[in-house]
């Protein structure tokens, strides 16, 4: 269980599995799930996020009655949502600083990098870059 280690590629999400999902203090599950090993990827432009073994994060914030259309489960999003959790806790890439809107958009390029259709990941972008600065 865990979401893998070693170098990921978004393109290649055969490496995905499942973190686990957490509790409260009276062993209900709650919205946040934790790494359970180190996880690395390599973004298009050659630069490296490596998020530590614990990291919590929630996947990604949508709206039950969205997830018709924006599964906050589907590989195409997962992935892109631990890294935008991990660069909104971390605002950092390799030591250097990041721009909230940075963040953002490595997270609609990673979602259509991982086959995301084009309406889904503008959806979802667009709703980051609106509602984001809250969480950030």
Sequence with gaps: NGLGS???N????????????????RGNFIDKWETVADFEVTLPDGRTV???KGFQFD????????????????????????VHDWLYSSKQIEGWPIA???ADKIFHGLTRQA????????????TIRAAGWANW
């Design 6 to 8: 070693g170098n990921m």
């Design 10 to 25: 978004p393109d290649d999400l055969s490496q995905y599995k499942s973190p686990n999902r957490l509790k409260d203090e």
């Design 50 to 52: 490596f998020i530590h």
């Design 59 to 82: 996947k990604a914030s949508v709206p039950k009655w969205a997830w018709w259309y924006l599964p906050r489960d589907d590989k195409s999003v997962i992935i892109a949502a631990l």
């Design 100 to 102: 909230r809107k940075e």
């Design 115 to 126: 086959g995301m259709r084009y309406t889904q990941s503008k959806l979802a972008y667009s």
